[in-house]
């Protein structure tokens, strides 16, 4: 099966190859590509995915929010270390589904695309995880889970956001990527539920303090990320959630120090370690109710020997081999 023409660059999903007694045994090798009119219409050419990707091309929001470009080279950079990693599922559960790209700065319009195809996913049963591009990517992978559950019996959905901001800026100039959670809240009337780890006082004015406050957003900064406060951070999160039918993660690569991610929009040296995050997130992400993850802001332009993107990759992969494949039992004991 040809890969999805919306592919701007060759074929990003490479790697070794396999033996032939084990011939899927890498990402590169495992990854089914589909569009959603074949979704729709049940004709793809491999079963039903579990897990659907989506590229965000798009760094218009960093642009605007004063942020360094060449973070729309992202969902590529991602794909291109997936693709190396050994693959602890099934061929096919995890399909590609392309890149939505921004075209002549329209934002809005990105969004709305991206959002649209989020909820056919979604209506499918199928967990989508998000790769950016701006952590605007946020409020259009929000809004396509709304549309998909909104109808439902259990249409509440929480958001959790691992992250050095608040993302609360308000839109006085149009949405950028520092406002996806403020475009959430106000529209929405607060009634979201929203938690932010890894929260950095010098990257957060008072002013958006006052605006999380005001929609009791809950945080943790950043000081309180380490191993120690996982039991108590986790059990405070749960609580936070209790009462969400959903959960969506959103991890924004600026949230890590920048010794361990140097390339993304707006580095900082205080973030939190890949250690503390693994241990938190590889629990939280197995949770039944979480549907939805997006991993944002990854910058190839000013990446380290590709140090972000295989943080980056390294999440996804986490994600879904904790919640639909082979956790690595053999080196569990």
């Not at 701007?8 to 089914?32: L, V």
């Not at 074949?38 to 218009?60: F, I, M, N, Q, W």
């Not at 950095?200 to 945080?219: C, E, I, R, W």
């Not at 924004?252 to 973030?271: C, E, K, R």
Request: net charge negative.
């Amino acid at each position: 099966m040809s890969v999805n023409p919306s592919f701007s660059d060759k074929n990003p999903w490479t790697g070794r190859s396999s033996s032939e007694q084990k011939p899927f045994e890498y990402w590169h090798e495992c990854i089914a590509f589909g569009t959603l009119a074949a979704l729709e219409t049940d004709r793809l050419s491999t079963p039903h995915p579990k897990v659907g990707l989506l590229g965000y091309a798009c760094d218009e929001g960093v642009k605007r929010n004063n942020g360094r470009a060449g973070a729309v080279e992202g969902p590529v950079g991602i794909r291109q270390q997936l693709g190396r990693l050994a693959a602890h599922f099934e061929p096919g559960m995890v399909m590609d589904f392309g890149d939505v790209h921004c075209n002549n700065g329209d934002l809005e319009a990105t969004q709305k695309s991206f959002s649209e195809r989020v909820a056919v996913l979604q209506s499918k049963g199928i967990f989508t995880i998000g790769m950016g591009g701006g952590h605007d990517l946020a409020y259009a992978h929000y809004k396509g889970l709304r549309q998909a559950f909104e109808q439902s019996e259990q249409p509440k959905i929480g958001i959790l956001n691992f992250d050095a901001h608040l993302d609360l800026r308000p839109t006085i100039k149009g949405p950028t990527s520092g406002t996806p959670f403020y475009q959430i809240m106000t529209e929405t009337q607060g009634e979201v539920p929203y938690y932010v780890v890894g929260l950095q006082p010098q990257a957060t004015p008072q002013s958006l303090l006052d605006t999380a406050v005001k929609y009791k957003v809950g945080y943790t900064a950043a000081a309180d990320c380490h191993w120690e406060n996982i039991p108590t951070l986790k059990a405070n999160i749960l609580s936070f959630f209790s009462q969400c039918d959903h959960l969506y993660i959103s991890v924004d690569l600026d949230g890590f120090s920048s010794a361990y991610a140097p390339g993304v929009s707006a580095p900082g040296p205080f973030g939190f370690t890949p250690q503390f995050f693994d241990l938190l997130f590889s629990d939280l992400i197995k949770a039944k109710n979480v549907i939805a993850l997006d991993v944002v802001e990854l910058n190839p332009k000013y990446d380290l020997d590709f140090a972000t993107a295989r943080l980056a990759a390294q999440i996804i992969n986490c994600a879904v081999v904790s919640k639909y494949g082979n956790p690595y039992e053999k080196f569990n004991g």
